[in-house]
Nanobody, 125 residues
């Protein structure tokens, strides 16, 4: 059974950093594209960053696209990381990882078949 588990969220002050992890089981992460979404209260899912099966990186939006949230993968540990740097209150959200066997990245949540349960990130003083 294919499974994704996120961890690493928490409460952090503005300007702080967190490292989120997405551990996959039941499949090899190099055979799938893995993306991080976030969902703030009352808002739609927003794509943050994605890594293709071949290791290509796609950054979305003001956070990922601005380079604040780089994505990386540890193949030996079947883990995809999202480093959250210089966090601001507007980054508060539940962060989800999701995967598709299509091997490429798209920013649409309907493109992804497998989802983790999410990890809460709260940025506040």
């Amino acid at each position: 059974q294919l499974n994704l588990v996120e961890s690493g969220g928490g409460l952090v002050q503005p300007g702080g950093s967190l490292r989120l992890s997405c551990v996959s089981s039941g499949f090899t992460s190099t055979q799938y594209a893995v993306i991080w979404f976030r969902q703030a209260p009352g808002k739609e899912h927003e794509a943050v960053a994605c890594i293709t099966s071949s290791g290509g990186r796609v950054l979305y939006g003001n956070s990922g696209g601005a380079g604040r949230f780089p994505i990386s993968r540890d193949n030996a540990r079947n883990t995809v990381f999202l480093d959250l740097n210089n966090l601001q209150p507007e980054d508060t959200a539940v962060y989800y990882c999701a995967a598709t066997d299509q091997r490429v990245c798209k920013p649409d949540k309907e493109f992804y078949t497998y989802w983790g349960q999410g990890t809460q990130v709260t940025v506040s003083t």
